[in-house]
């Protein structure tokens, strides 16, 4: 049995979404991985930080870029619990990244609402890691927050 499935880093993106439920920020996480090792992780901060572009993928990227001392991620994957938005979508664009797996589609903010490609060409994306976990988290931080 392989140890560093796509479940196994889903899971440690789904443990940023929580810290990000606790902190009363939507719940979204995500790790980038190179070589089956997490160089960067996070989760939204843009409430903490009164930053707008604090998305989990945003301070993902930055952190994995300063371990790898390069602004290129052609060789990592990104594991997110929810679909990233046009900006970050242009964000992975940027570092070139090589794999993209989120969990839970974003149907009113996500980048495939767009027509024309927003990711690099070569990114390879998969669709559904985690969806019902991520989910999950969703629907209890916007339940909470129309209570």
């Known amino acids: 049995m392989e140890l560093f499935t796509d ?55 930055t952190a994995a870029s300063n371990y790898l001392g390069s602004k290129y991620l052609n060789e990592c994957a990104l594991y997110v619990t929810l679909e990233p938005c ?11 990244l090589h794999q993209l797996i989120f969990g839970a589609a974003d149907v009113q903010r996500g980048y495939s609402l767009v027509a024309s490609p927003l990711l690099h060409p070569r990114t390879e994306v ?12 969703l629907q209890e931080f916007f339940k909470k927050l129309r209570t």
């Not at 046009?86 to 070139?96: D, F, I, R, S």
């Open 126 to 137: 998969k669709k559904g890691v985690g969806e019902a976990e991520s989910k999950v988290l």
């Open 7 to 61: 479940a196994y880093f889903m899971r440690e993106a789904l443990k940023e979404a929580r810290k990000a439920l606790a902190l009363g920020e939507v719940p979204v996480g995500a790790v980038v991985v190179c070589q089956n090792k997490i160089i960067g992780r996070a989760h939204n901060q843009t409430e903490q930080l009164t930053d707008s572009t604090a998305h989990a993928e945003m301070l993902a990227i």
């Open 86 to 96: 046009v900006m970050c979508a242009g964000a992975l664009h940027w570092v070139q």
